[in-house]
């Protein structure tokens, strides 16, 4: 068997990739207490895709490829096929946005979070082994069953407890610290799976199609920039369910000191009116 490293860059992958999962789900987190405050269905989709995009894009997707640039295998070179890279991104966006749509659209109940945790955890784990099937090597590849079987399950545990956390989580210390778990459990999944993963070395093949992790990083980094971008700027720029009851509180005070302003100059002229009318009596 070939001599497989996880970690070859040290722990900068792994951090990047642990900050990254956080960070999704932070994001994640967020985007769906707007949805569960949304009064609008349009509203609720809107913030369910952001959601998607957050956790599905940038805290899965996202972290398993930084993850994967620390892996090499002894004697190889490594290649990624487009195709099935770009798909394993798509099949994790869906499988969140299933997840959340189970959840998050109607009455939030226990089976409700399981159903949308099993789909997604699922789902989740299948983008995994989807980007490791993309992954091009002169070798064998081999998986442990055991421990493939023990990647589905941390995979789906982690999605209920992350659905779990958009029902009843509000405020942002609880929602700091969920995420600090959701990217625990996210990186618990992905190299549970990669420690369920061997090579047995072949002769070299200069024939190897693909494109190499160093190549697909920048315009990966770029993308998911723009993404946390886009996503930071939706969340700041749209007002809060606080923020329009806030709003319509101070424009009801307004109105109230302008309707006294008018009475208080009206009474003065009526008063006048009348002792006039008085006189001319007189």
Request: proline share 2%; hydrophobic share 55%.
């Amino acid at each position: 068997m070939a001599d497989v490293q996880h970690f070859a860059h040290g722990l900068v992958s792994p951090g990047v990739a642990y900050a990254l999962s956080i960070l999704g789900s932070s994001l994640c987190l967020i985007c769906t207490a707007r949805m569960r405050a949304a009064g609008i269905a349009r509203q609720r989709f809107w913030w369910l895709m952001l959601a998607a995009w957050a956790l599905g894009g940038t805290g899965i997707w996202a972290m398993h490829f930084m993850a994967m640039l620390g892996f090499s295998v002894t004697g190889t070179t490594i290649r990624y096929e487009i195709t099935s890279t770009a798909l394993s991104a798509v099949v994790a966006i869906a499988a969140v946005c299933l997840g959340l749509f189970i959840v998050g659209f109607g009455q939030p109940h226990t089976g409700r979070i399981i159903t949308g945790g099993l789909f997604t955890g699922v789902g989740v784990a299948g983008m995994h082994y989807l980007g490791m099937y993309a992954m091009r090597l002169d070798g064998v590849v081999s998986y442990d069953i055991g421990l493939v079987v023990a990647s589905v399950l941390i995979a789906a545990v982690a999605a209920t407890v992350a659905f779990w956390f958009t029902v009843v989580l509000k405020r942002p210390a609880a929602i700091a610290g969920a995420s600090l778990l959701m990217g625990v459990a996210v990186c618990g999944m992905h190299y549970t799976g990669m420690a369920a993963m061997s090579v047995r070395a072949t002769s070299p093949s200069s024939a190897m199609t693909g494109t190499s992790a160093a190549s697909l990083l920048v315009p990966i980094g770029v993308l998911v920039l723009l993404v946390i971008g886009g996503l930071v700027y939706a969340i700041g720029a749209t007002p809060t369910a606080e923020d329009i009851s806030a709003r319509e509180y101070l424009d009801r005070v307004q109105a109230a000191r302008e309707q006294t302003a008018v009475i208080g100059q009206t009474a003065p002229n009526r008063r006048s009116s009348l002792t006039a009318v008085r006189r001319d009596q007189m």
